[in-house]
């Protein structure tokens, strides 16, 4: 990818960088997201401590599938390359309800390692997820190309199908207990579950009253700015 296609597949936070860039930090919007213009409350915190935040424009349909994950390891070569980092500068990957499926699955095939992942309210289980709203299907037919068996798409796309193969690193994970868009107790607690019998490095932070995705109370974003500048290894 060359550096002039960088601004026009992805919107780039470096003018909140006040210097190195300590960890380049993919952010993975939800359902029907778009565009991006401004950093909100926890990635200006990234981004003080080092964090370069990416907005990849990976389409609002897409359930991180192949084209999408293809286009963001362009992406990640590309920034590392015009930003001269090194590969022990760390590649970490955050977001929300579709973007925590994104953000979980990047993880799980991303060309470069990942080294942290925080997934808010994810969707974890795409074949439960398929049939848990009306508005759903035509989406996730969209993004894997309307095929009729729809089974190998759903478990190559479903982070709780591909806990044997994500990488062991640090993982925060938040959900609200009254969630209705994604239901905690088909999604995170399953996943949660799956991985934690593997034995891997997983934060499980359960918010009672929460809806879908916040508001976050004030010690759970605290928590995660500190996980993610921690994986910046800026304590």
């Not at 590309?78 to 973007?99: E, F, N, Q, R, T």
Request: glycine share 10%; charged share 20%; hydrophobic share 40%.
């Amino acid at each position: 990818m060359k550096e002039n296609v960088i601004k026009e597949v992805a919107w780039v936070g470096s003018d909140y960088v006040p210097g190195k860039i300590n960890g380049v930090i993919l952010t993975f919007h939800g359902l029907g997201g778009g565009s991006k213009g401004a950093l909100g409350t926890e990635e200006m915190e990234w981004a003080a401590k080092g964090g370069l935040v990416v907005f990849p424009y990976y389409g609002p349909w897409a359930w991180m599938n192949r084209q999408a994950r293809a286009m963001i390891d362009e992406l990640v070569d590309a920034l590392y390359l015009k930003h001269g980092l090194s590969d022990d500068v760390p590649l970490i990957c955050v977001g929300g309800s579709m973007g925590g499926q994104g953000s979980l699955l990047y993880t799980r095939y991303a060309k470069r390692p990942v080294r942290a992942c925080y997934a808010n309210c994810p969707v974890c289980d795409l074949e439960y997820h398929f049939h848990e709203r009306p508005d759903l299907p035509p989406t996730v037919r969209h993004a894997m190309g309307y095929p009729d068996d729809m089974q190998p798409m759903l478990t190559e796309h479903s982070p709780l199908q591909q806990v044997s193969a994500m990488p062991d690193i640090p993982y925060l994970i938040i959900h609200g207990g009254k969630d209705t868009a994604v239901n905690k107790q088909h999604h995170s607690d399953k996943l949660v579950a799956a991985m934690r019998a593997r034995k891997m490095k997983v934060e499980y932070i359960e918010v009672p009253g929460m809806g879908h995705c916040g508001p976050l109370p004030l010690n759970v974003v605290n928590r995660s700015i500190e996980f993610i500048t921690a994986a910046m290894g800026q304590h």
